[in-house]
T-cell receptor, first 115, second 117 residues
Framework: EAGVAQSPRYKIIEKRQSVAFWCNPI?????LYWYQQILGQGPKLLIQ????????DSQLPKDRFSAERLKGVDSTLKIQPAKLEDSAVYLC?????????????FGPGTRLTVT | GDSVTQMEGPVTLSEEAFLTINCTYT??????LFWYVQYPGEGLQLLLK?????DKGSNKGFEATYRKETTSFHLEKGSVQVSDSAVYFC????????????????FGQGTILTVHP
């Protein structure tokens, strides 16, 4: 079975520019997560989708970050405008459903550098 | 809120040495506990998990026991190999009353393990 796909793998932008990341979860997985992993820290949840609805976006900086999951499959995370502190790896994960203890499968991540 | 604290790293060991990576947690409900591993150049992978007190998770020679009294989930392996060199993350997922978990993972900061031949 194919894993979680993310693109691009690397992105370098200047501050105040915008950027978008794409994620394709494992087929049939209803739940999709975006995490931010700053160097030297563990991943932190930004937003969680159940199908195409938002379950938790309490830690998403909504003044600059946005995310959508149209049709309950692929998802896009956008940053506009970017700040230096947004430099991090952005991880996408998916699981069958949130209820119960279902394993989350992680993609390879997108490494963002803001200069 | 929920939090996970891992021992400071990095950890450097010789092959066949005994490994312990300490992990303690703070949670308001009844969390499930996980260890994830990130090998060089790869994504995060689930290593093992435990869903209730006194459960022992195990995989690939690694073990961790869910200790509610000490709020701990320490990772151990009796004899490490060079191929175990990776970053290890302890994490929890809150399980709400009624047994519903909403899946959100709260991670520790990670521990870098390097094993030398």
């Amino acid at each position: 079975e194919a894993g979680v796909a993310q693109s691009p793998r690397y992105k370098i932008i200047e501050k105040r520019q915008s950027v978008a990341f794409w994620c394709n979860p494992i087929s049939g997985h209803a739940t999709l997560y975006w995490y931010q992993q700053i160097l030297g820290q563990g991943p932190k949840l930004l937003i969680q989708f159940q199908n195409n609805g938002v379950v938790d976006d309490s830690q998403l900086p909504k003044d600059r970050f946005s995310a959508e999951r149209l049709k309950g499959v692929d998802s896009t995370l956008k940053i506009q405008p970017a700040k230096l502190e947004d430099s991090a790896v952005y991880l996408c994960a998916s699981s069958l459903e949130p209820q119960g203890i279902h394993e989350q499968y992680f993609g390879p991540g997108t490494r963002l550098t803001v200069t | 809120g929920d939090s996970v604290t891992q021992m400071e790293g990095p950890v450097t060991l010789s092959e066949e040495a005994f490994l312990t990576i300490n992990c303690t947690y703070t949670a308001t409900g009844y969390p499930s506990l996980f260890w994830y591993v990130q090998y060089p150049g790869e994504g995060l992978q689930l290593l093992l998990k435990a869903t209730k007190a006194d459960d022992k998770g195990s995989n690939k020679g690694f073990e961790a026991t869910y200790r509610k009294e000490t709020t701990s989930f320490h990772l151990e392996k009796g004899s490490v190999q060079v191929s175990d060199s990776a970053v290890y993350f302890c994490a929890l997922s809150e399980t709400l009353a009624g047994g519903t978990s909403y899946g959100k993972l709260t991670f520790g900061q990670g521990t870098i393990l390097t094993v030398h031949p």
